[in-house]
């Protein structure tokens, strides 16, 4: 089936969607991005993403271009003209084509948005979290400002790509004082072994993800501990249990970290509770 994107105001055949060689996130990396898991052709947690969104256009002084209402119908367009039933759903938008010049374009240049959706198989996903999945540290080599949703991703496709090249499937980054960040397409979390669960509180430093914000009416729900501090790697060693949360994986469990096994080194029955119950906390559209 032939699949159809979203480019400024056109829904095309992939094959004849194109941007500018002047799009400023071509030119820049300079926009913004919203990835969301599609579940049963609903789209998950749409609301918080599009609040995420304005406050990253926001940081970056880029216009939404169309109102969050249009936003929302060419969404949903793009997932029905694609025929996704489980998958995923990714916006972007840029500052725009212009003239090659670092400040800012001319007044009135449009910001550019651009909507693909695609299919994921849910039972490769479920396969990842029975498994579990392994990752490996990095040094933390991003810019100040990684909670902004920037499409200036470099540092996350080169950690990404060291992981795999490592037979692994996410890299963890860790900054200067030992601690954990969060991974390159992901948030990072541990369970101690007293069942307590720990990420690291948000601030300019990792992406406020909506599936950790979810996560926590997940873990209130179930009468887990929240503590959102800051651990090192030593602590994910002695951790019961250790997992990640995207829009793409929901909560998938870590078994190993740079190659030594986290808790008894099988998935642990906490992340496997928070992923099972994750759904019920979130909104569909
Ligand atoms: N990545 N941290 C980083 C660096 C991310 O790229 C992501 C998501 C997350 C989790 O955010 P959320 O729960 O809102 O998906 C954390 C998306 C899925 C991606 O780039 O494909």
Request: with cysteine.
């Amino acid at each position: 089936m032939s699949r159809i994107a979203y480019v400024n105001g056109r829904y095309l055949p992939r094959g004849e969607a194109q941007v500018s060689v002047e799009d400023r996130g071509f030119q820049f990396a300079d926009g913004v991005y919203e990835v969301c898991e599609i579940r049963n052709a609903r789209i998950v947690d749409e609301r918080r993403h599009m609040e995420r969104l304005q406050r990253s256009l926001g940081e970056l002084r880029i216009r939404l271009p169309m109102s969050l209402k249009a936003l929302s119908v060419v969404l949903h367009e793009t997932v029905r003209r694609n025929r996704v039933v489980d998958g995923l759903v990714y916006l972007q938008i840029t500052r725009g084509v212009a003239r090659r010049d670092f400040g800012f374009p001319p007044a009135g240049t449009s910001p550019s948005v651009i909507v693909t959706a695609r299919h994921l198989d849910r039972m490769r996903g479920e396969r990842a979290a029975a498994e579990g999945i392994t990752v490996v540290t990095m040094p933390e080599t991003r810019w100040a400002r990684v909670d902004i949703k920037s499409v200036a991703l470099l540092p996350n496709v080169l950690a990404k790509q060291a992981a795999r090249e490592q037979g692994t499937q996410e890299a963890w980054f860790v900054d200067s004082r030992g601690f954990v960040t969060e991974g390159a397409s992901s948030n990072a979390w541990i369970v101690t072994r007293d069942r307590k669960v720990v990420t690291r509180p948000t601030g300019d430093d990792i992406l406020r993800g909506i599936t950790r914000t979810v996560l926590l009416d997940v873990l209130a729900a179930q009468g887990l501990v929240l503590e959102e501090r800051p651990f090192t790697v030593a602590e994910v060693l002695a951790a019961g249990e250790a997992f990640v949360t995207a829009a793409s994986q929901i909560v998938t469990p870590v078994i190993r970290i740079d190659g030594k096994p986290i808790g008894d080194g099988r998935p642990g029955p906490i992340a496997a509770a928070l992923r099972r119950e994750f759904h019920r906390h979130t909104e569909f559209s």
